[in-house]
Antibody
Framework: QVHVVQSGAEVKKPGASVKVSCKASEYTFTSYAMHWVRQAPGQGLEWMGWINAANGDTKYSQKFQGRVTFTRDTSASTAYMELSSLRSEDTAVYYC???????????WGQGTMVTVSS | EIVLTQSPGTLSLSPGERATLSCRASQSVSSSYLAWYQQKPGQAPRLLIYGASTRATGIPDRFSGSGSGTDFTLTISRLEPEDFAVYYCQQYGSSPTWTFGQGTLVEIK
């Protein structure tokens, strides 16, 4: 069964960085782009950007440009999202999601809660 | 950047009733690139509709999508208890970028 599994919850102090992983299973990892979406508590979905799993090309939302980095390890079928200079407003659930036909996202990770607190 | 505005913010209906959710774009969107998602509390979103009107795998036929240009609609023909959730529309635009609407909560009346 196709699925992606994310790393566990994180608690970070303001100014720190966090790195979230997203491991793909039961499909060819390099055949699909992977997106990152976040959701602050009680809020809607916010697109952060995507990575081409085949060649590593990335595209970041302007809001996160300069603060976020997407990478991938094809040998481990895993994508990573690193967010730096964390502030309290970054407290959210972070999701990875696989892009399929017509740019929709069909497989989502379970989400990773990142809490930024002093 | 295209902004998606969903209405109403909250829809209060009873099981068995019809739900009509709207998603309006600030400028014309290719209908090929409009999707709808369902999200229940504590869960990740689930793809319902892509290409404005094509149901994703395993999605019941009581869910249907329509629209073009700037106006899109998600219809749930007869609400089942498991359909009470938040629904988001999403579009793909040039750059490339992706945008979500702010969501519509379908709650039990």
């Amino acid at each position: 069964q196709v699925h992606v599994v994310q790393s566990g919850a994180e608690v970070k102090k303001p100014g720190a960085s966090v790195k979230v992983s997203c491991k793909a299973s039961e499909y060819t990892f390099t055949s699909y782009a992977m997106h990152w979406v976040r959701q602050a508590p009680g809020q809607g979905l916010e697109w952060m950007g995507w990575i081409n799993a085949a060649n590593g090309d990335t595209k970041y939302s302007q809001k996160f440009q300069g603060r976020v980095t997407f990478t991938r390890d094809t040998s481990a079928s895993t994508a990573y999202m690193e967010l730096s200079s964390l502030r309290s407003e970054d407290t959210a659930v972070y999701y990875c999601a696989r892009e399929v036909v017509l740019y929709a996202f069909d497989i989502w990770g379970q989400g990773t809660m990142v809490t930024v607190s002093s | 950047e295209i902004v998606l505005t969903q209405s109403p913010g909250t829809l209060s209906l009873s099981p068995g009733e019809r739900a009509t959710l709207s998603c309006r774009a600030s400028q014309s969107v290719s209908s090929s690139y409009l999707a709808w998602y369902q999200q229940k509390p504590g869960q990740a979103p689930r793809l319902l509709i892509y290409g404005a009107s094509t149901r994703a795998t395993g999605i019941p036929d009581r869910f249907s999508g329509s629209g073009s240009g700037t106006d899109f609609t998600l219809t749930i023909s007869r609400l089942e208890p498991e359909d009470f959730a938040v629904y988001y529309c999403q579009q793909y635009g040039s750059s490339p970028t992706w945008t979500f609407g702010q969501g519509t909560l379908v709650e039990i009346k």
